[in-house]
């Protein structure tokens, strides 16, 4: 069940035999859930914690397109775990709304690293969705074999149940 395997997560963040290298929250969770800032506690004092990625960092500002408030809060990752290395990680931020995020993030001098927003390894395709889901994934699932075997890709969704759904079908 999900609740086994989150007291399994959580248990496997203080065993330094723990198979669990890494661990994926969202703001929210580390906002929300005071167990998990306490086991975070648990494993940064026993040297178990060694990064800090936030993914989508400009969502911490305001002054981003996509501003979510408790991005805002993730500040006490630095002050609370400061041997940490923190990685902010975005796409789209502009540098005030970067400025913005380095002081919510708590990060005084942060080593910042630009690329173009020329991707040229990246290829979108919207395909028009079967209104039957076993055809639908079908169709997934053949282009996934036929074109992109051994390839690494991004399939979006519309829900979590959805993305649940069809890694089970793939």
């Not at 203080?14 to 906002?31: N, R």
């Not at 395909?127 to 994934?137: F, H, N």
């Not at 996934?144 to 959805?162: A, L, M, W």
Request: hydrophobic letters at 35%; proline letters at 5%.
């Amino acid at each position: 069940s999900n609740k086994e395997h989150a007291k399994a997560v959580m248990a496997g963040m203080t065993d330094p035999t723990s198979p669990f290298k890494l661990l994926y929250v969202t703001p929210e969770k580390i906002a929300k859930s005071k167990l998990l800032m306490s086991r975070l506690e648990k494993a940064y004092n026993a040297n178990l914690l060694s990064r800090i990625a936030v993914d989508e960092v400009h969502c911490c500002s305001q002054w981003g397109h996509d501003f979510r408030p408790d991005y805002k809060l993730l500040g006490i990752l630095k002050r609370q775990f400061p041997k940490v290395p923190l990685l902010g990680l975005t796409a789209t931020a502009t540098s005030s709304v970067l400025k913005d995020c380095e002081k919510i993030l708590c990060l005084p001098q942060p080593i910042t690293l630009t690329a173009s927003f020329n991707r040229t390894n990246l290829y979108y395709e919207v395909r028009v969705k079967d209104s039957d889901s076993e055809a639908s994934i079908s169709d997934i699932t053949t282009l996934i074999k036929s074109r992109y075997q051994n390839q690494s890709g991004i399939v979006y969704v519309f829900s979590q149940k959805d993305a649940e759904l069809l890694a089970s079908e793939l």
